[in-house]
């Protein structure tokens, strides 16, 4: 009986136990975890511009262009940016962002391949003229005359 007791005892003060533990582990932040959903679709996005790194610059142009093809059809307006990036966007970046909805999308640091290169200018060029098409004017030199204003 007093095995049984003992037995019933420990049971109860590990259930007690338990129970105070999953009272102090806090459920994870809404916020924490939509920031942390944004940062694995950011990092996802960006993996998606690798394949230009081995690519000579001729053949990372064209894949740049059908890049950019297949983003302006899904709404994705981007100008790809590489190198040193100051921490701010400048006057014209936030214009297009705000006024065209068109993101500057950085896809490398200052070490860069030629497929980099070559993948960058093929998809800017691409669609900087698809987005000019779209809005039958030209949006970037709008976004310079309003920065210089």
Excluded: W
Excluded at 8 to 32: D, G, R
Excluded at 66 to 77: K, R, S, V
Aim: a negative charge; aromatic letters at 10%; one cysteine or more.
């Amino acid at each position: 009986m007093k095995k049984t007791v003992t037995l019933i005892c420990c049971v109860l003060i590990l259930e007690c136990s338990i129970f105070a533990l999953a009272q102090e582990v806090q459920s994870p932040n809404t916020t924490e975890i939509k920031d942390l959903a944004k940062e694995v679709q950011y990092h996802a996005k960006l993996d998606s511009y690798n394949i230009l790194y081995p690519l000579a610059e001729d053949q990372a142009y064209e894949k740049g262009e059908a890049l950019a093809a297949e983003d302006f059809e899904n709404g994705n307006y981007r100008i790809l940016v590489y190198g040193l990036r100051p921490t701010d966007a400048t006057a014209s970046e936030e214009y297009l962002s705000q006024t065209y909805d068109v993101e500057f999308f950085p896809i490398a640091g200052c070490i860069v391949s030629d497929g980099i290169v070559g993948g960058t200018k093929g998809y800017n060029t691409t669609m900087k003229a698809l987005l000019r098409e779209k809005y039958g004017k030209d949006i970037f030199r709008e976004a310079e005359t309003a920065e210089s204003e």
